[in-house]
């Protein structure tokens, strides 16, 4: 499948509220991309930290395109969780904008460090973004996956 190619300076990031219509267009993208390909369901305690996290996306003509959390850790320190991008925006800058949109959010914050565990077939792409891996390699939800963060301050 072609990526699709708009122009992304125009498209906003933007934090959408737990339980809006939006919350809920990106908890189907996240279903879709990072859920069903691995057949697994949220459980009741991943589903009970939905509504103390933050939840970001880009939508284009009101469809959520790409989606992120963020926990906080505390200390000015935030986890990146469940980041997907659906599948025919790929591979065309979405994850990167939203990303960068999400650093410039927190730095303006006062957060300092961006903490997540990326699969083993998305470590290229976060590296590419400046985080570096921390430790070794380990299992997540059945497949690999890598600590690793970034300093934003």
């Known amino acids: 499948m072609k990526p699709v190619r708009q122009h992304l300076s125009g498209t906003v990031v933007k934090e959408e509220a737990f339980g809006s219509e939006a919350y809920f267009d990106m908890l189907n993208l ?5 859920r069903d390909p691995l057949n697994i369901q949220w459980t009741e305690e991943e ?3 939905e509504e103390k996290e933050r939840h970001f996306g880009c939508a284009v003509k009101g469809r ?3 989606c992120l959390v963020i926990r906080s850790l505390g200390n000015g320190v935030v986890k990146l969780r469940q980041m997907a ?3 025919d925006f790929q591979g065309a800058g979405w994850g990167r904008h ?5 650093e410039q959010t927190l730095r303006e914050e006062l957060i300092s460090i961006i903490e997540l565990h990326a ?4 470590l290229g792409f976060y590296e590419k973004l400046g985080f570096t891996r921390e430790g070794e ?5 059945n497949i690999p996956h890598w600590k690793m963060s970034k300093r934003i301050t």
């Open 47 to 49: 589903m009970s930290w």
């Open 98 to 102: 939203l990303i960068r949109g999400v």
């Open 85 to 87: 991008v659906a599948m």
């Open 137 to 141: 390699t380990f299992l997540e939800v």
């Open 119 to 122: 699969r083993d077939t998305a």
């Open 30 to 34: 996240r279903k879709r991309i990072l």
């Open 64 to 66: 959520t395109v790409a």
